[in-house]
């Protein structure tokens, strides 16, 4: 993990770094307690690692809980260009959604294929991490994100047991999401927009039933994904606390 620029403001030092061809932002407390959780942060379809809203998250996650959190770009997204199958996959959808017909078969595909290349490189971001003396073998991780970054962060969940709780939502109840979803065990929030023209309410609760984990909770909202409300997002970062650093938190 190569480190190139920092910046600090508000008590929070922001790092921009890169980890082969992946790279990403780690976000972290001016002066971080040891053994301080690191929150993985997923981003949407179509955006990228400094997307205002993710940015915004991961510096109320650290100012707020004291937490480090990290993203990266996807496959496809930020810094990273499409392939080919993923120009294809994008514009079949565009067309699709251009017709009036159903955008699901598209996206879904695409963001399967993505999921696959992202789970090792966010291990990769996990072993580099707790390689490093600020972090250490021990660092608990968290993981959080909606849409494209559940479709990665389930199976991410399932591949690698450091990552000791979740907020997932905002995705379809498609069968090979559903087939991984039923391996997850860890503790986890359900964000789900009741109102979204894309992303059906019955799909998205279908998703959470099979979700395999005994403790799990789903928080509805009006409206749809892209304006998820701050008092949820907040609840949500109390969930990580607790889940993370126990009664302590």
Known sequence: MQFFSETTSDGVVERSFTLGDVPGVLWSPVSAEAGAPV???GHGGSLHKRAPGLVSRAVGLVASCGFHAVAIDMPGHGERPRDAADRALVEAMHAARRAGESIVPFVTELNR???ERAVPQWRAVMDALQASPEFGASTPFGYTGMTLATAVGVPLA???????AAVFGGFWGVPW????AARVTIPLEFIQPWDDAELDRESGIALFDAL????KLMRAHSGDHRHVPTW????????LVRELRGAAG
């Open 232 to 239: 949820l997002a907040d609840d949500s970062n109390r969930f």
């Open 113 to 115: 294929s993505i999921a």
């Open 158 to 164: 399932v591949a690698d047991a450091r990552i000791r």
């Open 212 to 215: 395999g984990s005994a403790q």
């Open 39 to 41: 929150i993985l942060m």
């Open 177 to 180: 999401l559903l087939a991984v």
